[in-house]
């Protein structure tokens, strides 16, 4: 696919998910979402309502993370998460599984998890996205959360937080698009910070691409262009 500038920004989740997030912080992230025409604004949900705002009247989404970035906060408080964020006003919302039961195998416990809260976003208009956290699964268990994906249908599976041990990689962008056949999306996520691993996210299949390095990404890709 051939990008513009404005083609490439829509496929930006622009990123600002720091434990020392402040209102000016926010505010600077979602003027330069509006600047940019990001598809979205990923942040922590206690920022929705704030990042509402901010972005009345742009078409540029707010995204809540949901148990992030451990995945360890159990199903009924990703759920309650999830219902609060929504209330807030999130269009998307990105979870993060329990990667502890990935490592068990445990997947009857995963699509659960999954369909509970695809259902819940859904049942609302709203985008689910769900975050694998590959660095921390082998290729086989990145496999088998995509099949789960396949079958339950979130709109978008994701590589990384940008918290763990490592992010995106080309392989698994590949490994995750290829097992979901074209049922579900695929976001590429964590240490893509300028334009030539953004494009190789995006030639391996990515559809959406978080990142805090959007503006450097663009600039790169105007200078090349």
């Not at 972005?55 to 906060?73: M, R, W």
């Not at 082998?138 to 937080?161: C, G, M, N, R, Y």
């Not at 290829?178 to 976001?187: D, N």
Request: hydrophobic content about 40%; aromatic content about 8%; overall charge negative.
């Amino acid at each position: 696919m051939t990008y513009t500038k404005q083609t490439l920004a829509k496929t930006f989740d622009h990123t600002f998910l720091k434990a020392y997030a402040t209102n000016a912080d926010l505010e600077r992230l979602c003027q330069q979402a509006k600047e940019i025409g990001a598809a979205m604004v990923a942040i922590n949900t206690e920022w929705t309502k704030f990042c509402k705002e901010q972005l009345k009247g742009s078409d540029v989404h707010v995204g809540a993370a949901i148990s992030f970035p451990l995945g360890q906060s159990g199903l009924k408080s990703k759920l309650d998460e999830c219902r609060n964020a929504i209330e807030d006003g999130a269009d998307e919302i990105d979870y993060v599984i329990h990667i502890g039961k990935a490592k068990m195998h445990d997947w009857d416990y995963l699509k659960k998890e999954m369909e509970e809260m695809v259902s819940l976003c859904h049942a609302s208009n709203k985008i689910c996205k769900v975050i694998f956290e590959n660095c921390y699964l082998e290729k086989e268990e990145i496999k088998a959360l995509a099949e789960i994906a396949k079958e339950v249908k979130p709109d978008f599976i994701k590589t990384s937080t940008g918290f763990g041990t490592g992010g995106a990689t080309v392989e698994d962008v590949k490994l995750m698009v290829e097992t979901v056949q074209g049922e579900v999306k695929v976001k590429a996520a964590g240490g893509i910070r300028d334009w030539k691993t953004c494009k190789a996210m995006l030639e391996a299949g990515a559809q959406r691409i978080g990142t805090s390095s959007s503006l450097k990404i663009l600039e790169e890709f105007e200078a090349q262009a």
